[in-house]
């Protein structure tokens, strides 16, 4: 952020306003916020940096200068497939998981659960971040801003 055209104050606030509520729900966390909120989120950036302070017409172009100026140059060094191939799927990964397959399946028994109406099931983030505690895994260098990134990073495509 720079602060001239867009400083921490700014998007305090709209996060703050992103994220307001009025009914609690388990799959919107009150300190976090979901797919169509970093959505809002971007837009609702691109408008204060752009439109506001800057000089751009409308939000569809404050919008393509956030992703050309800011967002895009922020990607292009960001690829997902270098751990999950260099670290993630190799040889000793594998032995690992062959090694120890009744613990992890007893870990996937005790935390994976589908929804109602959904066929697959999967680990939620937040039985993910159960997980991590129940385990005591959280100290001084993983904390639960950690665990929601390795989280995240682990349900890209």
Known sequence: MDEKSFRKIDFDVIFKAVNFTETES??????????YEFIETLVRVAVEKYMIKGN???????????????????LED?????????????ENMEIVFRTYIPVF???YDKY?????????????MED??????????????????????????????
């Open 56 to 74: 751009a017409a409308n939000e569809g172009e404050a919008l393509r200068r956030l992703f050309s100026e800011i967002l895009d140059k922020a």
């Open 26 to 35: 388990e799959l919107n966390p009150t300190h976090g916020i979901v797919r």
């Open 128 to 157: 993910f971040v159960l997980m991590c505690k129940e385990l005591r895994l959280f100290d001084n260098k993983l904390g639960r801003k950690a665990c929601y990134a390795c989280y995240h990073k682990a349900m890209q495509p």
């Open 105 to 107: 399946q007893k870990l």
């Open 78 to 90: 960001t690829d997902g497939n270098i751990w999950r191939f260099s670290r993630y799927a190799c």
């Open 112 to 124: 994976v659960k589908a929804d109602i109406g959904c066929k697959i099931a999967y680990l939620h």
